[in-house]
């Protein structure tokens, strides 16, 4: 999970560095030739284990190094999910027929991003209706983590493993455990797609490139984050107000599997399901509550909560299935919660637009993820996926100069907005307003 306000376990949590990857003699299964590499061997490290616990222990190894965004490390957990989606019984998902989707690591709102190229991995179980096949719920956890440390962690200035067992081994676990309940049974009537996501932790990335270019009509996306500390609950679900539907349908599975939860209604926050709200996607996410290791050395698999892990695993695959088996679609609603703020639409700037960034670079001016309901952008026709060039006189290159340009009006100000909307150029006017006061 991106970084939010939240003792260090043992001195045995912090990590020695002084080996490599380059040391553990089995190749990964299913690594490409470009990223073929030495990666631990699954049964050196799960043996007596099954699923969840044995995709956290694999994930939250020392050996995958914290799984950093584009690192050997994250290419090894990669690999380890798409072998789990092949023996599961799933179909590779990637356009190009492989269990992968290249994702850029560069952000245009994020300067510590760590650039290179990541994968998300993707495995789908076609859909059992015809009528219903072409239709999807997407099922989804973040496999990156902070690598050794430096920004994100809460332990600053140290160089150690962070492993992220719970921040998100735990969630990928939960999703890997659901694929297998669900392949294993009779078929949903919709397809499901599921995703493990890359750069989560440098501004939700993976899932934004996910998002942009989803397989068909999506009637819902359920992200698992952080869901390995359930011990004595309650299970916090968020994005209940995002559709019609969730208020009955969850808390009724959720009764069915004797699980508390404690549900919240907003569809943003800093985690996956952001990047598909945004494009109005109806969406939860599955959450057990922060704790003392989040982003520390200390976020170990031996802390993981067995059983609560377990039950969080198949209550993720009831609701995807009650959810996918439904005769209609779920009924979006929009205006969820808050959207992450773009520049000039946090307090202190005065003027407000209500524009939601995309995290992927352009090379010049701030592309639009999103616009936040009912805002001053939205009145003005601004959309997902525009660019923007200029408001009012000043240009806007990148979102420094988006903000400098929104500093430079006042609520109530009325201003054109130059956007670039596919191969064209189009102009907004847009009443800036007042976020204090919207």
């Not at 092949?86 to 190009?96: F, H, M, S, T, V």
């Not at 332990?155 to 962070?162: D, K």
């Not at 990928?172 to 078929?187: D, F, P, S, W």
């Amino acid at each position: 999970m991106l970084r939010q306000s939240c003792p260090d376990r043992a001195a045995a949590s912090r990590r020695r560095l002084s080996f490599t990857l380059a040391a553990l003699a089995v190749g990964a299964a299913m690594a490409s030739p470009a990223l073929a590499q030495e990666c631990p061997a699954p049964s050196s490290l799960t043996d007596g284990l099954s699923l969840p616990m044995s995709a956290v222990r694999y994930l939250a190894d020392d050996a995958l190094e914290g799984r950093g965004a584009g690192t050997r490390g994250e290419q090894c957990a990669g690999d380890y999910i798409a072998a789990e989606f092949e023996r599961i019984g799933l179909k590779p998902g990637g356009a190009d027929g492989s269990w992968f989707q290249e994702v850029s690591l560069a952000s245009a709102i994020n300067p510590h991003a760590p650039g290179g190229t990541g994968r998300n991995v993707i495995g789908v179980l076609e859909g059992a209706d015809p009528a219903r096949r072409g239709e999807w719920v997407i099922v989804g956890a973040h496999y990156d983590h902070l690598g050794l440390g430096g920004v994100g962690s809460l332990t600053p200035g140290e160089q150690a493993i962070h492993n992220g067992a719970d921040d998100n081994a735990s969630g990928v676990a939960a999703m890997l455990t659901a694929a297998q309940a669900l392949a294993g049974g009779e078929r949903p009537a919709r397809s499901l797609a599921f995703v493990a996501f890359t750069g989560e932790e440098s501004g939700l990335l993976g899932s934004a490139v996910y998002a942009s270019e989803l397989p068909g009509p999506v009637s819902a996306m359920i992200n698992l984050d952080m869901v390995g500390r359930l011990g004595d609950g309650p299970l916090i679900v968020y994005g209940v107000d995002t559709a019609e539907e969730w208020k009955t349908l969850v808390p009724a599975v959720a009764e069915a599997a004797g699980i508390e939860i404690a549900t919240r209604g907003e569809g943003y926050g800093p985690s996956d399901h952001t990047s598909f709200y945004m494009r109005d996607v109806p969406v939860l996410h599955l959450f057990t509550n922060t704790h003392g290791d989040y982003h520390k050395p200390s976020d170990d698999w031996q802390a993981i909560d067995r059983d609560g892990l377990a039950r969080v695993s198949a209550l993720v695959a009831d609701i995807a299935r009650t959810t996918a088996d439904r005769d209609d679609r779920l009924t979006l609603v929009r205006g969820a919660g808050e959207p992450p703020r773009a520049g000039g639409s946090g307090g202190g700037y005065g003027a407000w637009l209500g524009t939601v960034p995309d995290f992927t670079p352009v090379e010049t001016g701030v592309k639009l993820g999103g616009v936040t309901a009912g805002s001053p952008a939205d009145r003005g026709g601004l959309q997902a996926g525009d660019i923007v060039l200029a408001i009012g006189e000043h240009e806007v290159a990148d979102l420094q100069g988006m903000t400098d340009a929104l500093r430079a009006h006042k609520p109530g100000d009325t201003v054109d907005v130059r956007v670039r909307r596919g191969d064209e150029l189009v102009t907004a006017t847009v009443t800036l307003g007042s976020r204090d006061n919207r």
